[in-house]
């Protein structure tokens, strides 16, 4: 649906408006209420992540009620609540069985075994920050997410720097979250903006892959490197983390591309330093071991989708609109590695069973009831007309400003909510429908999913956890934190749209 249907209320007020900008400008306010409900709710009212999901909840009903954009029908709640609840398995699944990889890798005493390989580098200040920041960081997040790494970052950093360098280096490692939880938010994204997977993260690899490159160097501005071969060393990092991540995207698959493009980096770290005794036997702790178990049965799977026949085709849950590929989630390889860490590593004091899927659930619940809220208010917009309406303003400003609008929305939509999923859940549909209207979809749909994922690691929730790992918290953490982060989300948002109008140019330019 678009302004020149005059079948709509919406409609018939464009076509008797003599000023279609005001009118357009008016409606567009209208579709983004919920998501100014949610900067509001969180940021003036202090509500918290599910008090402002319903909240945007309840306008996208009122907006649907008033039928503004077209004419309101019961049908209307059912598609979208069918919608809702596939997306939801397709995420909820991960996010529950991520949490249970990682409550299985705290107990087996992996932050120990961690820490004991640190100790055994022997390596330089700037070269131990882009250790702990991009390599360590950067996999454990993609393994995770929702800012866990932040839980082992944090005490490794506080060892190596100052608190102030700590927090900052903790949030530069956080800054890949396009690529964190096993790329979750990008299976999503590629669902809601119709494209394959594959594409999707091609696309968003453009988009992300400068911020990623100037990770090292900026821990190397964060640690004051003086010398020249530390500078080379950060390029090299940024290098070979952007070559990583694009080559595992390309032939194994989005869902560890970060996690490969984190653990070359560890690589590289490690190829730096001395192999004494001590990093020997520290690398050899069974207590390692969920990581590359992780990682191996990642692996197994995907060779198992492409290699192994099944009988009757792929197990799929599916709408109209959406789908969920059962065999191809991430879900089953976290589920898989924990059960397969719980078998062989030996826990520590308390063990596996005690308490286990309890304290996974009460960990998971708030944030899975949240995303099923946003999924709601997204997909009654979309069924609303809301959706469409803004897409179709935002193809009137022109490819140029339409693209820069995108990656804002996105990442304001990942500040207040702080989840690039949930910023996918309410804004990928328009982003990617502006795309389609403008003959770019696939860049449009990937400058909203790294405008989210980037100003993710600035939201409210990430910033609390982060002052959370710190011991004997401070009057000042939080200030800085704040400032911090706001500063970085800032400055890769900047680099988003710098690309986008880049590739916008190129294709702009391009014969045919």
Known sequence: MGYDDVTSPLGRRFAQAPHWLVTAAVSALVALLPCATVVAAVLVFRMS??????SALG????????????????????????????LQLLVGVVIYSGLLFVEVS?????????LEVIAS??????????????????????????????LITVPLLLRVVSRTRAIVAALIGMSLMPWGALSVAALLGAELAGLTVPVLAQSYLTTSGPVAFLLPVLCAVVTGGNRAADWMFALAAGAILVAGIGLTSSFIGVEVAGVVGGAVVILLCFCSTSWTPALRKALRARALWPYPILLGVIVAQKLGLH???????????????????????????????????????????????????GNVSSRSWR??????????????????????????????????????????????????????????????????????????????????????????????????????????????DEPLA???????????????????????????????
């Open 49 to 54: 992540i599910l008090g402002a999901g319903a």
């Open 59 to 86: 306008v996208a009903l009122a907006i649907w009620l008033s039928s503004l954009f077209s004419p309101s029908e019961v049908g209307h709640l059912g598609r979208a609540a069918q919608d809702a609840l596939v």
């Open 106 to 114: 705290r107990r087996s005493g992996t932050l120990s075994a961690i």
């Open 121 to 150: 580098t022997g390596l330089n200040t700037t070269r131990l920050v882009i250790l702990i920041a991009v390599g360590i960081g950067v996999t454990v997040e993609s393994l995770t997410g929702y800012g866990v790494s932040l």
């Open 307 to 357: 290699t192994l026949p099944f009988p009757g085709g792929p197990i799929t849950i599916a709408t109209a609109r959406v789908s969920f590929d059962v065999l191809a989630s991430p879900a089953l390889a976290l589920i898989g590695a924990s059960l397969l860490s719980i078998k062989l590593i030996p826990p520590e004091a308390g063990g596996y069973t005690e308490r286990l899927l």
């Open 367 to 476: 944030a899975l009831v949240s995303v099923l809220l946003f999924l709601l208010t997204a997909r009654l917009l979309v069924e609303s007309g809301a959706v469409a309406a803004l897409a179709g303003l935002l193809s009137q400003l022109g490819p140029s400003l339409a693209g820069a609008t995108v990656a804002v929305l996105g990442g304001v939509g990942a500040y207040v909510t702080g989840s690039g999923v949930t910023s996918n859940a309410l804004f990928m549909p328009s982003a990617a429908e502006t795309g389609a209207s403008l003959g770019l979809a696939p860049l449009f749909a990937a400058l909203q999913q790294s405008g989210g994922g980037h100003a993710a690691m600035a939201s409210l929730p990430v910033i609390a956890l982060l002052i959370a790992a710190l011991p004997s918290r401070e009057d000042s």
């Open 482 to 512: 704040v400032k911090v982060g706001l500063g970085l989300a800032i400055l890769w948002i900047i680099l988003v749209i710098a690309s986008g109008q880049l590739q916008i140019a190129m294709a702009s330019s391009a014969p045919g």
